[in-house]
């Protein structure tokens, strides 16, 4: 697994997550395009994901499930956590634009928790592909408590789970 390069940019809320990815740009994308891909990496090492609803497409949206099945994870396991993906706008092989919503099981967004702005870019640089994750908060006590749940330990284990699926 590469390195997980972090910036944390508090006057603009926003957190980016840089990754070289193992492999070419059509898989990286294809992970997350496809169904069966995405819920083979979508979230943290020890949790399964699968996808309620999915719709890749600008005005589409993913609706999907991660549930823990990690029992050395102590509290987390056997814990579901649903999220709603609604995306933006799509750059086949180059970029994805959606916003991440907490959710409960049919759909509807968690107003209790933080709403956050996505944008990933993808560039292939000698058959690896660098995954440029930018990701917006609406306020600076938004994206403090995404940090607090652990979002960088989560993306950093779910991008080593993506280059054993592209490998």
């Not at 006057?11 to 496809?34: C, F, H, M, Q, S």
């Not at 979508?42 to 609803?53: F, R, Y």
């Not at 956590?81 to 799509?90: C, L, Q, S, T």
């Amino acid at each position: 697994m590469g390195s997980v390069k972090v910036t944390k940019d508090l006057e603009n809320k926003t957190l980016i997550i840089e990754y070289v990815a193992n492999g070419p740009v059509e898989k990286v994308w294809r992970a997350y395009a496809d169904k069966d891909w995405f819920e083979k990496w979508w979230g943290p090492e020890g949790w399964e994901t699968t996808a309620k609803e999915f719709d890749f497409r600008e005005g589409g949206r993913i609706h999907y499930d991660m549930h823990c099945v990690d029992k050395n994870q102590g509290e987390w396991y056997d814990q579901h956590a649903w999220g709603v993906m609604r995306i933006k706008e799509i750059d086949e092989h180059h970029s994805l634009t959606f916003e991440d919503v907490f959710s409960d099981e049919t759909g509807e967004t968690d107003v209790n928790m933080p709403i956050m702005e996505s944008s990933v870019e993808l560039t292939e640089e000698d058959g690896r592909t660098k995954i440029t994750t930018r990701t917006t908060a609406q306020t600076v006590e938004q994206l403090e408590e995404i940090l607090k749940m652990g979002v960088v330990e989560g993306w950093s284990s779910q991008l080593a789970k993506l280059d054993v699926l592209i490998g």
